[in-house]
T-cell receptor, first 113, second 113 residues
Framework: KNQVEQSPQSLIILEGKNCTLQ??????????LRWYKQDTGRGPVSLTI?????NTKSNGRYTATLDADTKQSSLHITASQLSDSASYIC????????????FGTGTKLQVIP | DGGITQSPKYLFRKEGQNVTLSCEQN?????MYWYRQDPGQGLRLIYY???????QKGDIAEGYSVSREKKESFPLTVTSAQKNPTAFYLC????????????FGQGTRLTVV
């Protein structure tokens, strides 16, 4: 069964600290992996998109890594800010006759002062 | 102001009534999608459309219907046949398949009482 699992489910960190969110997937064949940020009650916003050949991609204080061999991705947030409080969703795009999208359940991050 | 717009943001309906959620995009995207988001679950695909006048069922299409008469618009009707319609509904669009980034609307929270 194609799955995308994220950990931890929730995380509380102090403002200014770094954190790393994990995403493990079993979907195949793999096309690309995306990280989205979703504020409460809003639609998700794309942070990064990585294809099979890309190991790391940065977007400001957000850095995503991908190990396609072990089927793992991580999202590292540097020097966290209060505005980073949100859910972070890992999404894997794969081909199953047609393009199919599998969403993780997300990690809920809370940054506290 | 380009983007994808969902309306209304909040919607209340009585049990047994059909209700239509609006989704409009001015990004000139061919593909549009409807997702449902429930607490503790990843987004699940209801319907998608890759081109005008064509749409396909997603993973949880039962109790829902869509139309795609115009490129810009992809309305979703939640019918009385949907057993558990209370949820957060997200519309998205993308320029096409593959690596194309998906842009999400701000969502509609439907509550059936």
């Amino acid at each position: 069964k194609n799955q995308v699992e994220q950990s931890p489910q929730s995380l509380i960190i102090l403002e200014g600290k770094n954190c790393t969110l994990q995403c493990n997937y079993t979907v195949s064949p793999f096309s690309n992996l995306r990280w989205y940020k979703q504020d409460t009650g809003r639609g998700p916003v794309s942070l990064t998109i990585m294809t099979f050949s890309e190991n790391t991609k940065s977007n400001g204080r957000y850095t995503a890594t991908l190990d396609a061999d072990t089927k793992q991705s991580s999202l590292h947030i540097t020097a966290s800010q209060l505005s980073d409080s949100a859910s972070y969703i890992c999404v894997v795009i794969h081909m199953d006759g047609y393009q199919k999208v599998t969403f993780g359940t997300g990690t809920k991050l809370q940054v506290i002062p | 102001d380009g983007g994808i717009t969902q309306s209304p943001k909040y919607l209340f309906r009585k049990e047994g009534q059909n209700v239509t959620l609006s989704c409009e995009q001015n990004l000139n995207h061919d593909a549009m999608y409807w997702y449902r988001q429930d607490p503790g679950q990843g987004l699940r695909l209801i319907y998608y459309s890759q081109i005008v006048n064509d749409f396909q069922k997603g993973d949880i299409a039962e109790g829902y219907s869509v139309s795609r008469e115009k490129k810009e618009s992809f309305p979703l009707t939640v019918t009385s046949a949907q057993k558990n319609p209370t949820a957060f509904y997200l519309c998205a669009s993308s320029i096409g398949q593959g690596k194309a980034e998906a842009f999400f609307g701000q969502g509609t929270r439907l509550t059936v009482v």
